[in-house]
């Protein structure tokens, strides 16, 4: 994806992606650039003739009774912008940080912001040509939308602040001028326009996403293993099975662990060895089929989100109102991502119980920890240890933030969302999950091996290949971090997606 061109409407997760991570071009199109004149337009016409509009010709929160005059206006937008950049904490990464850049840069280009086109612009350049805000990561209490990352986001275009260009940290001021691009002096209205939205928790939250999706099917992937390396009983993802309760994850999971493992003559059939295997490969379809659903009610609420108006006031070119609404407020991303949360949450906890079913041999039948040294090799013994304490500390991070609230601006704000807390939370999840499940392919490659493999499926056979490529079998015991390392690199480089779905013949669905 070379090149994104910007309408407001249609923004993809898939497209934010592709200029947050891998630097694709940004364009605005012809007709928001002509949406943006126009409403830029009442905005001018609302100052010259004094009338009474909150953000425009008032003060903020507590002080939007007090009325502002023409000439203070330029004071009004950039004193918004110095004082609410309050940040705490370790910055954003920087595919974040542009993630802001580049949703704001849509929300304002839909023509309801009264932004002029100059200062849009400022922000696609800076985007296309690699100076990115240093904004801290908390500080945000989710409405009025993001105000105080978003305001670190905007010193960088006013001249202040920090920001990274070509790897260095500088002064805001000096990382645009050794870019080429002109700070920008806000004028009436446009401090407002970019502070007042949802696009830090948003950006967190969009990514975040888009890294809950592939781990949704590295999951599987990692739970056909298991079933290689437990013997596991196909009857039970039998499709008429999934059939009578058409929940759509569940039998999407069922059908990819079909797909995944045809061919394999390391499964079995009801009664071969036993009737029923435990719940962790029995209910996987159920277990993981519920985080696809939970994950899909979030994608369709992302969707939304990136591509809506979420500033305040906002500019109506129809009968000229600039009108003060709640658009800003965070509650439903807040939601959406704590619903994230305790979906990824529940990857990790399924796939800790089935490595626990690999390295106990009560439950395993396989000599204990997977390793033919026991007494002097202690074998996998800490890795589910270290999965055990990554799954506690992921149930921790899933309580839900929007449960809670704390007003701000004397009592203006009487309820906030906390949404950019759920998002950071649901991205700390995720890196969990991705561990735990590195930690699986591991242990089930093992597990494999030792058992006696009389033949794998095909897409079982993929994953297994590309994890021994660097991951021999376990005779002697090691550091294992490196081999966790690894696979844990295969999930995010999407490596192993690749030489899966390569190997099946179509995507893995989610």
């Known amino acids: 994806m070379e090149k994104v061109i910007i309408t407001g409407q249609d923004l993809t997760v898939d497209q934010i992606v592709a200029v947050c991570r891998n630097h694709a071009v940004v364009e605005l199109s012809e007709e928001s650039r002509e949406k943006v004149l126009a409403s830029r337009k009442i905005v001018d016409d609302l100052v010259a003739e004094k009338k009474v509009v909150y953000g425009i010709t008032t003060g903020f929160g507590k002080f939007s009774d007090v009325v502002i005059s023409t000439d203070e206006c330029r004071d009004l937008q950039k004193n918004l912008i110095i004082t609410h950049a309050v940040g705490a904490g370790d910055p954003f990464a920087e595919d974040i940080a542009r993630g802001m850049l580049l949703l704001r840069v849509n929300n304002l280009s839909k023509g309801f912001s009264g932004i002029r086109l100059e200062t849009l ?27 105080a990352p978003l305001s670190h986001m905007v010193l960088v275009m006013i001249g202040l602040g920090k920001a990274w260009f070509e790897g260095e940290l500088m002064d805001g001021g000096e990382a645009m001028k050794r870019a080429g691009i002109q700070p920008v002096e806000l004028s009436a209205k446009e401090g407002l326009a970019l502070n007042n939205g949802t696009q830090a928790m948003t950006a967190v939250g969009s990514l975040a996403l888009y890294d809950a999706i592939r781990l949704l099917k590295v999951a599987d992937i990692a739970d056909a293993l298991c079933y290689e390396a437990q013997n596991g009983v196909m009857d039970a993802l039998e499709e008429r099975v999934h059939t009578v309760r058409p929940h759509r994850g569940q039998t999407v999971t069922a059908k990819n662990l079909r797909r995944l493992l045809e061919g394999s003559k390391n499964t079995t059939r009801q009664g071969e060895l036993r009737v029923q295997d435990a719940y962790s490969l029995r209910c996987s379809p159920q277990i993981h089929g519920a985080s696809k659903d939970a994950i899909g009610y979030v994608a369709d609420h992302v969707d939304i989100e990136i591509n809506s108006v979420t500033d305040n006031p906002i500019i109506f070119q129809e009968d000229r109102a600039g009108i003060s609404g709640g658009n800003f407020h965070g509650q439903p991303m807040a939601l959406s991502f704590d619903f994230l949360k305790i979906a990824e ?22 000599p204990a920890f997977l390793t033919t040294r026991g007494g002097v090799c202690s074998g996998f013994m800490i890795v589910q240890y270290s999965a055990a304490a990554l799954v506690s500390e ?71 290949d590309l994890i021994r490529k660097k991951v021999a079998t376990l005779d002697e015991d090691r550091e294992l971090y490196g081999d966790i390392n690894y696979c844990e690199e295969i999930i995010k480089d999407g490596s192993l997606l690749e030489a899966v779905e390569k190997a099946i013949g179509g995507e893995i669905e989610y």
């Open 121 to 147: 612009q400022t922000m696609i350049d800076m985007l296309n040509k690699g100076v990115t805000p240093f904004v801290p990561e908390k500080g945000s209490l989710g409405a009025s939308g993001d105000l």
């Open 394 to 464: 992921n149930k921790v991070l899933a309580h839900p933030a929007s449960v809670d609230s704390i007003p701000s601006s004397a009592g203006q704000e009487d309820h906030v969302s906390m949404g950019t807390i759920a998002a950071r939370q649901a991205a700390e999840i995720g890196r969990n999950v991705r561990r735990v499940l590195a930690m699986e392919l591991m242990v089930a490659c093992q597990g494999i091996d030792l058992r006696g493999n009389k033949g794998l499926g095909k897409g079982t056979q993929a994953a297994y």
């Open 345 to 366: 949450s529940e990857l990790a906890n399924v796939s800790e119980r089935r490595i626990e079913r690999l390295v106990n041999p009560a439950y395993s039948g396989l």
